[in-house]
């Protein structure tokens, strides 16, 4: 059974900073690109950040550039999301994404979605 399970969210003022996890299992995590979305409520689903190729390659959207870093370890099958610098804009659930297919995962239809941790910034 394919298993993505979040944690680290929370409240966290302005400014502060949390590290997300995403502990996956069931498939063969170092031939999955992963990735990491948001929503917050009445707005759609966005993409946040996407690692390829073990970290060869990452991707972030402009509105976290420079704040958010997206790592993963192959020997723990867990990604990660650093998140610094937090504003009140990135309250949001945050999702741990992966797909075998580069593609499906840049277009958010990840075969594998977590449950989701949330992340509320806030003063």
């Known amino acids: 059974e394919v298993q993505l399970v979040e944690s680290g969210g929370g409240l966290v003022q302005p400014g502060g900073s949390l590290r997300l996890s995403c502990a996956a299992s069931g498939f063969t995590f170092s031939s999955y690109y992963m990735g990491w979305f948001r929503q917050a409520p009445g707005k759609e689903r966005e993409r946040v950040a996407l690692?390829?190729?073990?970290?060869?390659?990452?991707y972030y959207d402009d509105s976290v550039k420079g704040r958010f870093t997206i790592s993963q370890d192959n020997a723990k099958n867990t990604v990660y999301l650093q998140m610094n610098s937090l504003k009140p804009e990135d309250t949001a659930m945050y999702y741990c994404?992966?797909?075998?297919?580069?593609?499906?995962?840049?277009?958010?239809?990840?075969?594998?979605w977590g449950q989701g941790t949330q992340v509320t910034v806030s003063s």
């Open positions: 994404a992966a797909d075998a297919g580069l593609s499906q995962l840049v277009l958010g239809r990840a075969r594998y």
């Open positions: 690692i390829i190729n073990s970290g060869g390659s990452t």
